[in-house]
T-cell receptor, first 117, second 112 residues
Framework: GESVGLHLPTLSVQEGDNSIINCAYS??????FIWYKQESGKGPQFIID?????DKRQGQRVTVLLNKTVKHLSLQIAATQPGDSAVYFC????????????????FGTGTRLTIIP | DTAVSQTPKYLVTQMGNDKSIKCEQN?????MYWYKQDSKKFLKIMFS???????INETVPNRFSPKSPDKAHLNLHINSLELGDSAVYFC???????????FGPGTRLLVL
């Protein structure tokens, strides 16, 4: 079946450096992608999203890149801070946006990002 | 105010018991979800409700019965708990016409 996967399960980055978390997806029909951050003992927290008609979107210290040709998604975090340590998930939206709740997110396996002081 | 809240935060129980976990949201969203996160952090959708109506049921065993008494609440009742039910259960909500889902803090269920 189709799924969302990550290249690296763990990533350690020096504080202040930039980090890149990668995600591969296989459902070519997906048209919406989201990155979530999950800190220990908490629920996933929305970071940034991107639609398939875009290839880049920037937020505060974060950038998401989408390469539809190779079905690849990445999350770049600039100037990492200790508070960035968490598990990061990419997710794809399967199903058209509607008013009926039939959309569902398929999550990747997650990458644990550790910021080294 | 917490946008999406869940009770209890922790639940430890014996195999074979029946238990309920609850979710409440004050975002005014029409769609609510239950997800299960296993020990390897894998998140998988279980159910979705829209305006109190069941929309998605991801082939979850019928020991799991969700119930939405109103738009702001989605509960999950589990009968005859099994060891494999041990996981973190997350509630999430989504507004009409939107795609971003907002997650609650989770309920950590341990079945002994």
């Amino acid at each position: 079946g189709e799924s969302v996967g990550l290249h690296l399960p763990t990533l350690s980055v020096q504080e202040g450096d930039n980090s890149i978390i990668n995600c591969a997806y296989s459902n070519s029909a997906s048209d919406y992608f989201i990155w979530y951050k999950q800190e220990s003992g908490k629920g996933p927290q929305f970071i940034i999203d991107i639609r398939s008609n875009m290839d880049k979107r920037q937020g505060q210290r974060v950038t998401v890149l989408l390469n539809k040709t190779v079905k690849h998604l990445s999350l770049q975090i600039a100037a990492t801070q200790p508070g960035d340590s968490a598990v990061y998930f990419c997710a794809e939206n399967i199903g058209l946006v509607s008013n009926f709740g039939n959309e569902k997110l398929t999550f990747g396996t997650g990458t644990r990002l550790t910021i080294i002081p | 105010d917490t946008a999406v809240s869940q009770t209890p935060k922790y639940l430890v129980t014996q195999m074979g018991n029946d238990k309920s976990i609850k979710c409440e949201q004050n975002l005014g969203h029409d769609t609510m979800y239950w997800y299960k996160q296993d020990s390897k952090k894998f998140l998988k959708i279980m159910f979705s409700y829209n305006n109190k109506e069941l929309i998605i049921n991801e082939t979850v065993p019928n020991r799991f019965s969700p119930k939405s008494p109103d738009k702001a609440h989605l509960n999950l009742h589990i009968n005859s708990l099994e060891l494999g039910d041990s996981a973190v259960y997350f509630c999430a909500t989504k507004g009409t016409g939107q795609e971003t889902q907002y997650f609650g803090p989770g309920t950590r269920l341990l079945v002994l």
